[in-house]
């Protein structure tokens, strides 16, 4: 019994030996569109909005249904429920530019902390942020309406809660 035993041990170990080899395939990776990651990356930007800028740093244009190897600018539109992104490659699948607009997302908390500075007791009825990149920088804007009883304001601020 304890040859069987001690057998059915040192079977299960080889066993598991081999089966902590895997293989996989070769990938290449690129690093294409790193200046338009770098340059829209803000680290209080909602998780949706974050994720929607990653699918356009990682689109594949060359394998798209309508690349066509003859034109040199593409613009491709990325849509989630609260937000969309107009994005314009070139032929090489290099981010040119982005306009990109998200309506009712979480502040950031300088901007959040700069309105309720600047107006106590105001409630933010609603908020759109709006993204510009061009060929490696980027401006962020937030429109922000504001409500208090039945006075509504408008109110612009720059990423870094500054009103402009």
Same mark, same amino acid.
């Given at each position: 019994?304890?040859?069987? #035993?001690?057998?059915?041990?040192?079977?299960?170990? /080889?066993? *598991?030996?081999?089966? *902590?080899?895997?293989?996989?395939?070769?990938?290449?990776?690129?690093?294409? =569109?790193?200046?338009?990651?770098?340059?829209?990356?803000?680290?209080?930007? +909602?998780? @949706?909005?974050?994720?929607?800028?990653?699918?356009?740093?990682? !689109?594949?244009?060359?394998? /798209? %249904? !309508?690349?066509?190897?003859?034109? %040199?600018?593409?613009?491709?539109? !990325? !849509?989630? +429920? =609260?937000?969309?992104?107009?994005?314009?490659?070139?032929?090489?699948?290099?981010? #040119? $530019?982005?306009?990109?607009?998200?309506?009712?997302?979480?502040?950031? /908390?300088?901007?959040?902390?700069?309105?309720?500075?600047?107006? @106590?007791?105001?409630? #933010?009825?609603?908020?759109?942020?709006?993204? =510009?990149?061009?060929?490696?920088?980027?401006?962020?804007?937030?429109?922000? #309406?504001?409500?208090?009883?039945?006075?509504?304001? $408008?109110?612009?601020?720059?990423?870094?809660?500054?009103?402009?």
């Amino acid at each position: 019994m304890k040859k069987l #035993i001690l057998g059915l041990l040192i079977f299960g170990l /080889a066993s *598991q030996v081999n089966a *902590q080899i895997i293989e996989l395939e070769a990938i290449e990776i690129t690093a294409t =569109n790193y200046k338009y990651l770098n340059a829209v990356d803000s680290k209080e930007v +909602p998780v @949706p909005v974050k994720m929607l800028e990653k699918k356009v740093a990682e !689109f594949d244009l060359k394998n /798209a %249904d !309508f690349y066509i190897d003859e034109y %040199d600018l593409y613009e491709v539109r !990325f !849509f989630i +429920p =609260n937000g969309k992104i107009l994005a314009a490659y070139d032929k090489e699948g290099k981010v #040119i $530019r982005t306009v990109e607009r998200f309506e009712n997302v979480k502040l950031p /908390a300088m901007v959040s902390l700069a309105i309720t500075e600047r107006f @106590p007791g105001w409630t #933010i009825k609603k908020d759109v942020y709006r993204v =510009n990149y061009y060929d490696g920088d980027s401006t962020r804007e937030y429109k922000v #309406i504001l409500t208090k009883g039945d006075e509504t304001r $408008r109110v612009k601020l720059d990423g870094y809660g500054k009103f402009l």
